[in-house]
């Protein structure tokens, strides 16, 4: 009997993505997860990129089609994976960021407070695991590293994870800058398990430094570039605005499912004793945000509307960047400026400058490092065996700061 | 004194795009234009297509570069074309398709009936010219194929035209269906002007065959593929429905400029009469509708709901496509199963089983044709010249035809 | 015990091209094999493609990339391939052309005389079966055809073959004329076996013509470009006349082994009664040849420096093409203008001013054709379910005539 | 008028390489710039790297693509260039690699010895300029760095030249090692003028940081890849001991040309008083290396024919890499074991046991550094103002030692 179940997906990047008819094709089809088609990867970065539009749909699919590589590498280098390991790790890694909600991270901090994607990710696995019967349990466990082949984890996240691999090519590839291409599929051939740890081949040092320096420019050319960080800070504005006016009980339009998490911060406790928290944001996609700032464009709040005008239209607040913190009497300057001109207060003035820092980290190797198998069957970090990378710089905290304030202000 | 005015976007196909410090780069900036950004240019194929989520913003884009190098080509090889045509053919394919709605074609006919897009763009243009003075005077002439050198209309819109060379390579590059990429900058270098026409010198002919086999093969591949064309019927027929209910005064939700456009059909009369028409109708765009489906699966209507969840998770109606007209029986046997399982009546019914054809002409040279200038001087149809495509069939209106209903009828 | 025997080799076109270590490892190291790392892909070809300098060694890599993925997909569709018949189809598919001269095709009726490369190919396979003990003899009842399973056959030699799906591939990617490119993974994730033949899904019909077309414009715009088949053409007239030198015994330069073929006509017959007359061959690469027209350009012999000087300064004659013969008054015409000029006989003009046709078949179901597996269960040629391709004109052969002769004759 | 005298190359990378007709495309065609299509670029690296057949005709081409778009950003930012010297630095950069011989560097001290590449491209030059009555005098000014404005020399030769984007991406595309691939058309984009000295923009700083770690990933992934290192070293001693040979009044084949050069050492003065022997050397290819390698294989000297066979048929000597030099006790007892096995006295050993270092620098700032332009009008090197490159590592000169001897030695 013929098995022609394999459905194939067109993908730009890896040519076709192959999904096997199996749990994990049914947990792609639940609603689930079909609302990461409407969860932008990338924020507001495609007012500066405009390919930018891909989603965390996408990408969840793209790190499927990674690990089904890296796991064919290890079993040819003689990993042993069962089959219940393979399937686990597969729908770990595709519901590893099911958490996000509207804009990914640029939002991250304005809906939900204080609890990181990864929990809700976490809720989701558990709510499908339900459903499913148990069949996620596995899942579940690597996710949360409590699986006893601690590599398996490391595959989702760790400084060299499938989901690094597939989000710097696909961000890469989708804002058009070229630079931050990485050899993805050189570095999963140099893959290894050493003591249940994932360890690159010696011939991959060049490949592994040229990911560290592609993901550094990545992060200061795209994620931090500064007119994203401007816009993605005027959004997080927007929506403390909205939540200000709704604690003053202004009336301001907002759909049923934001509006709960406008108007309450829900603990992690609340997630767990309110099931329907859960769906109410499942409901959550960046179409709700667009759709509020429409309305509130026209709202008779100065701050809430102009705001709303500016990312619609996209006026941008200028945006300076510097290596050291601005001066405080320059922003009190222009905030002095701005509240005469807007008739604002000295709280309100603050939604339309505001200066605070970015931080990137190129190499951190304090929860995990990426390590090198050399030739003569010892293990060293990466830092200590690249003759470029041995620095102390690469592992340093590098921060900008940035002040943000309407253009055409005369100082 | 430098001028170092270009503006330089990413582009992950053309790899930069510039853009002069002009009236171009203010209409761009304009909220019109700027709307573009939030309109999809293939309406839901990317629930198909996972990477096709560029928008209507990137093409318009792609376009200028490409009509750049247009431009370069054609003044290489001796034909004279004014700083002043050069910028106002550059206007005119800028907001070529300015004056596409919410999800581009899929949505053409319900939410501006009878009106063509092109007609839109044009009060688009007319508006802009207000605001800047006349100056897009002879950009709309171009357009509107009323000016004297006939050939610059044929750059935007004629069967060879710089909007399908981008996007065609546009949508095959996104959809990842890569066989539909188009030797966009040989054609163009073949481009050539004899008698106020463009014309393909003869050693371009395998690049048009080429070209014209490829969009016939995005047509059917990409952009009349099945499971595309159920779920924009279904989309049409939850608008459809909305109007319906909004007819009979059943109250949904819609944001206010929406409504204006569900509530009554408006001739361009009504447009140029009603100048906030089209400033509603500038308001819209794909996260109206999807907010609307994110209410309406709550509404109590039971076409509405059904219908909106089923486009929400992507479960979509079953579609079954051939040569041939549906048989009657067939339908209205399972139309009759329908109305019993679902209480619908004769008419409702139609929401949820529905048959029509879908029609493509790979080439159709009634209005215009691709001229090939031979090495002898003459100029002849691609189709005389072509020993592969001398055949009537390429002219052929091919029709296929659809019928959609829902999974797991028993037959 | 862990195996990490796998050699990967980069690929410009494939990424990786894994080699697992066994006797295909073993071939592949041969010098029989190696050799054809000095026999360009594409003979003189370079002269216009400045990146054509790819090499049979690189195309026969490619190849076994190739059918490994086919293998992967077939075995996935239910089709049963042994271990056996897997090395043995990877062996017959490496060395398929191995039979192959300096400069492939454009060589191959001057260095050996009627004898199609193939069966020089299998000369050197039986050879190697000596060599590896018999571990080849499977593979050569695959490449004769005599196994079986004919769709192993297939594989190597059919109208869309591996080694088809490889060359245009490659062809299209170093000549740089990328519309030849072809979506060779969507094909070949189309394949599937139906009565020991091998038939494309429905669903690849689009891939099916665009990869026909694609064909037919490599041929033309590549394979038959008309500077190639000029200087072509003077290569063979070269090795014509130091073959005329010889028999008339005036002493040419010539390495041994080159003078073994020069010298006299060797039919297939002599290759299996004389041994080394295939170690000599094997001796020839493309190097031979341009070492003789190095010495060859100093000759006294007026034609052979003559066109020797012309393909190594690249002064090629002028080449004219036309669907009809050309007019033998024109070409006597210029013949007397040319005998007179450079004081050539009759017979010796010939080698400055010649005319023939060349030929071209974009499908020729003669032999096999491709065959569509429909969704019903039935099995179609191509030409008859394409409504593009239901043409008696792609069948047809083409024929174009070329006239050479010297530039900077006044007629 | 019409001029439609483009020329049009296709290029697997840039796409189209346009020619003007002009001297440019003169000298293109003449025979000292033809013989460039045979003298790769990467020497033997193709036994690595099969697809690295690439020419320095090829990158000459490219080179001249890239200056083209330099020429256009600089003009726009306002640097004055005039048409002469448009044209000039266009000649020299085409004919900045005419001197390299056989092989490019592989054979750079094999074949002439202690006279750089860049001495014999100017005597080319200067023959050319006799030949086209003085039209390259500027370009060679220019080349020599004696015309005043120096930034054009800098485009030709400095640590950021259009030589180095041209190559670095080039090798990288053909080689297959997408990693080493360098965003050159966003660098151009950066390049500006100041002072007489190209200075990159700052945002550019993340490319150029790039630029530097993909050069440096090349050097040692391809480059200096061990068994590229261990055959080029293995064919200079295959040239060494033929020159041995020579002297000792041995008879070996040589082509006429080639015994020129192996005869005797020949001085830069040599070459200026004796012109043939500039035409001889222009004589030279690959392919008189190949032949002779076919000839030596059958030699009676043991080295030469030992050495010529394992080239020949890829069967190379092993080669070890470290960081530190080699024991000597260790190459003696090779050595030992060596001269016993195949009855060689110890200079005759070495040509199979050797042992040196190569050494890269990845940024050398002695001569001349890159030059970033900050926003507020500073200049500073990169290494001063990138967090990442503020390194005494980059500087240093990185050595690796290597030993080469046969496989299969016990020790």
């Known amino acids: ?72 590498q290890l079993r040819n280098k003689g990993s042993l994976i069962t089959f219940e390991e393979e399937e686990a790790v597969k729908i770990a890694i595709l519901l590893h960021d099911i958490g996000h909600g509207p804009f990914s991270h640029a939002l991250e901090n304005s809906i939900i407070n204080n609890i990181p994607h990864e929990e809700i990710s976490c809720l989701f696995m558990q709510r499908l695991n339900e459903e499913f019967s148990g069949k996620l349990s596995l899942a579940i466990k690597i996710f949360k590293n409590k699986y006893k082949k601690k590599f398996l984890h490391q595959l989702i996240c760790s400084q060299l994870d499938i989901d690094r691999l597939d989000y710097l090519r696909r961000d890469s590839f989708y804002t058009g800058v070229a630079e931050g291409n990485i050899g993805t599929e050189r570095i999963i051939n140099m893959f290894d398990i050493i003591n249940d740890k994932i360890v690159i081949e010696e011939k991959g040092i060049y490949s592994i430094e040229k990911f560290i320096i592609a993901r550094r420019l990545m992060y200061w050319q795209v994620y931090l570039h500064k007119t994203v960080i401007a816009s993605e800070k005027m959004l997080e504005n927007i ?25 309450k911060k829900h603990s992690i406790k609340n997630f767990k004793n309110k099931p329907h928290l859960l769906d109410m944001f499942s409901d959550l996609n960046d179409a709700d945000i667009f759709v ?98 041995k620095l102390s710089n690469l592992k340093k905290e590098i921060s900008k700061y940035y002040l943000c304030y309407p253009k055409n202000i005369n100082l």
Chains 1, 2, 3, 4 share one sequence.
């Open 1 to 72: 009997m013929k098995n022609k179940k394999n459905k194939i997906i067109n993908d730009p990047i890896y040519g076709f993505i192959r999904l096997e008819h199996s749990i994990i094709l049914k947990i792609i089809n639940h609603r689930y997860f079909q609302r990461l088609r409407h969860i932008s990867q990338l924020g507001l970065s495609y007012l500066v990129f405009p390919g930018a539009h891909h989603t965390r749909f996408h990408h969840a699919l793209g790190c499927l089609h990674l690990i089904n590589n890296a796991i064919i």
């Open 239 to 263: 929506l403390k605005r909205a939540k200000e006016l709704i604690k003053k009980n202004k009336k301001i339009y907002s759909p049923t499912s934001l509006l709960t998490f406008l108007d």
């Open 292 to 389: 509020c700032l429409k309305y509130w464009k026209e709202s008779d709040d100065f701050i809430l509307s102009q705001l709303s005008k500016m990312i619609l239209n996209r006026k941008l607040l200028k945006i300076e960047i510097q290596n050291k913190k601005f001066n405080n009497d320059k922003i009190l300057k222009i905030s002095n400026i701005l509240m005469k001109k807007y008739k604002l207060n000295c709280d309100e003035v603050k939604y339309f400058i505001f200066s605070d820092k970015v931080i990137n980290h190129t190499y951190n190797p304090i929860n995990d490092n990426i390590n090198i198998l050399m030739k003569n069957g010892n293990i060293c970090d990466i830092t200590k065996v690249s003759s470029l990378l």
